[in-house]
């Protein structure tokens, strides 16, 4: 059954945006043929783009053999509309602008330790606000705010529903919001950096992105839709159990492998700096080298269990995937050990492409993404969201503007 009008052209319109944003140049001709719409279909969202700042007239291309006008390019602009992140860890914050490409303008790092005060949150307005005016993007262009915290945020409420890593347990976005003049979402710290690592990727359909930092977390990509299970639990890959009677978790259980793989496991040895440590265990130190030995052994355990269960790539991120590119060797060499089909882990494991601010970026990158999907409904600068994010897939969205 053919979809009512009104439906039809707010298809078409994104459909518009979304073959010159892929083609990169694109002229009347090339949307028309490959959409299979009318010229002056096309004449019309393109002018409705022009318009919006969206879309601007690119180089003229060759008239080829047939003589005539040449004929005008179209391109996207990526500086059209901005999105940003934050990312609210224990001791700093992070904040920083997006444009519609992905690319980071601006970034801003601030020492502060969480408390749950009015003080607090008015603190990451200033930052929010600071972080704008340095990169110096035009503010009727921002789209939102996206506040990465870790903890898990019920899709009903919005509200952090176990949050004992930063004792955040109850806060929303409205509690940010009250300090930040855009519209405010709360993220999923590790959920925002498998966003960003998954976001506008073509390559891969299913894999598990592992977030190494202050905190042990995941996300999940299945058929290149993010995957968020019931109660917002999959990916929680910090509290499987990997000993038994082990080490005491923040969760107040034993033997989960957060306490024995997140990023301060290995950088408490060189005075918190993670860097440190992997220049040092490149350069061969022995002290290190033990370190790294039984951090990497543990952390085998976990990747072949969820290599068994989900079967798909499996992403190192976070502070630790970062860096430990040229040392992945000798964790390929353990999970393969652990691996009943004796597979080469070269083929599903790797470590993160994105290695710089993945979270703040991917709690930008939210915003980015739906206003993508929502071009055929609005243009508006500020968009008003959810409080609680979904991969977008081919989902249409809703504004409520």
Request: charged share 25%.
């Amino acid at each position: 059954m053919a979809g009512a009008p009104g439906s039809t052209r707010r298809r078409t319109r994104q459909a518009v945006y979304e073959f010159v944003r892929e083609r990169g140049l694109a002229t009347k001709k090339d949307i028309a043929d490959g959409l299979g719409i009318s010229l002056p279909t096309v004449g019309k969202y393109l002018s409705y783009f022009l318009e919006a700042g969206l879309l601007e007239e690119g180089a003229k291309l060759s008239s080829g053999d047939h003589g005539g006008r040449s004929p005008i390019a179209y391109t996207c602009v990526a500086d059209g509309r901005f999105a940003v992140g934050v990312d609210v860890n224990r001791d700093r914050v992070r904040c920083l602008v997006v444009n519609l490409d992905g690319r980071v303008l601006g970034t801003r790092r601030t020492r502060r330790a969480f408390e749950r005060s009015q003080d607090y949150f008015a603190f990451v307005g200033r930052e929010v606000a600071a972080t704008i005016a340095e990169t110096g993007v035009d503010r009727g262009l921002i789209l939102g705010v996206g506040v990465a915290v870790p903890g898990l945020i019920s899709e009903t409420t919005g509200q952090v529903t176990y949050g004992r890593v930063i004792d955040n347990k109850g806060i929303s976005a409205a509690d940010f919001a009250a300090h930040i003049p855009y519209e405010t979402r709360l993220v999923h710290d590790s959920e925002a950096a498998g966003f960003a690592e998954f976001w506008d990727k073509t390559t891969v359909d299913n894999a598990f992105y592992v977030s190494l930092s202050h905190s042990v977390g995941g996300s999940v990509l299945i058929k290149n839709a993010m995957y968020r299970g019931d109660g917002e639990l999959a990916g929680e890959v910090g509290h499987m159990r990997i000993h038994d009677a082990g080490l005491r978790c923040y969760c107040g259980r034993d033997g989960c492998l957060d306490p024995y793989c997140n990023s301060t496991v290995l950088s408490r040895h060189t005075d918190g700096s993670i860097e440190d440590f992997f220049t040092r265990l490149a350069a061969g130190d022995p002290a290190l080298v033990t370190v790294w030995d039984r951090y990497t052994s543990d952390l085998a355990i976990a990747v072949n269990n969820i290599r068994v269960m989900f079967g798909c790539t499996i992403i190192l991120g976070g502070d630790v995937g970062a860096h430990s590119g040229a040392q992945l060797d000798d964790l390929r060499h353990k999970v393969e050990r652990l691996d009943f089909l004796d597979t080469d882990s070269r083929t599903f494991l790797v470590s993160a492409s994105l290695r710089e601010h993945p979270i703040a970026v991917g709690a930008a990158l939210y915003l980015v993404d739906e206003f993508r999907q929502q071009l055929g409904r609005t243009l508006s600068g500020a968009l008003s969201y959810s409080q609680s994010p979904r991969w977008s897939g081919s989902v249409e969205r809703v504004a409520t503007v």
